[in-house]
């Protein structure tokens, strides 16, 4: 079923009345599929709701081996109606500033690649999976982080990386919600679909 993005909105925003605490939102996808901007969109449709980017809690650790720390130290916390406020290991190693704030609010996003993983699905109330064209995927990744051989070679070696587990751990099985990422930037309407019928929790 074809859904704008406030449409979308609306269906999340439908499950925290019931739920009671902080509903969770993963928005997962390849690298240069256009999580991000889903993110800002469906955040601005929400009032603000607080963005968790994956990417700050691997800085420096892991490409994909973050998810403990993402489990431990944000999310239990906020669907225990805790504030967040930390700094990773690795931030507190290379003297980077600030720490990851994240304040309970009705509805918090988790953005990054493997962010509706399995290990962190009981942690999770809706799945996104931004799907999109490799090809596409690829050129804005590699322009992303500095279109040259560096970057090339980056993308290469973090992809051997990624596809292997995405094969393996299946995200776009799981997901409520399916968003068309490329090549429209952004998404437009009919760009977003929901995978689940009548009795998902999303509905139908």
């Known amino acids: 079923m074809a859904l704008s ?13 019931a739920i009671r605490r902080p509903v969770i939102v993963a928005i997962d996808g390849r690298s240069g599929a256009g999580k991000s901007t889903v993110a800002e969109q ?9 963005v968790i980017h994956t990417d700050d809690v691997a800085w420096y ?18 669907r225990a109606g805790r504030d967040v406020s930390w700094r990773p290991p690795a931030w507190k190693e290379r003297d980077r500033p600030g720490s990851i704030d994240v304040p309970v609010a009705p509805i918090i996003l988790v ?21 999109g064209d ?18 090339q070679r980056f993308w290469d070696e ?20 399916l968003v068309l990422g490329t090549p429209e930037t952004p998404p437009g309407p009919g760009s977003w679909w929901a995978r689940r019928g009548p009795g998902g929790r999303l509905g139908g």
């Open 158 to 177: 973090w992809q051997a990386s990624e596809r292997p587990l995405l094969d393996a751990d299946r995200p776009w099985d799981r997901a409520d919600l």
């Open 111 to 131: 953005e990054g690649v493997s962010a509706s993983r399995l290990e962190l699905s009981d942690l999770l109330d809706i799945a996104i999976w931004v799907d």
């Open 134 to 151: 490799v090809l596409e995927q690829e050129r804005r990744g590699v322009l992303r982080d500095g279109d040259d051989d560096a970057a």
């Open 42 to 50: 469906l955040a601005l449709e929400l009032e603000g709701a607080p």
């Open 61 to 78: 650790h892991s490409f994909f081996d973050w998810w403990p720390l993402l489990r431990e130290h944000v999310l239990e916390p906020l």
């Open 5 to 17: 993005v406030a449409e979308a909105a609306a269906r999340v925003r439908g499950l925290s009345p």
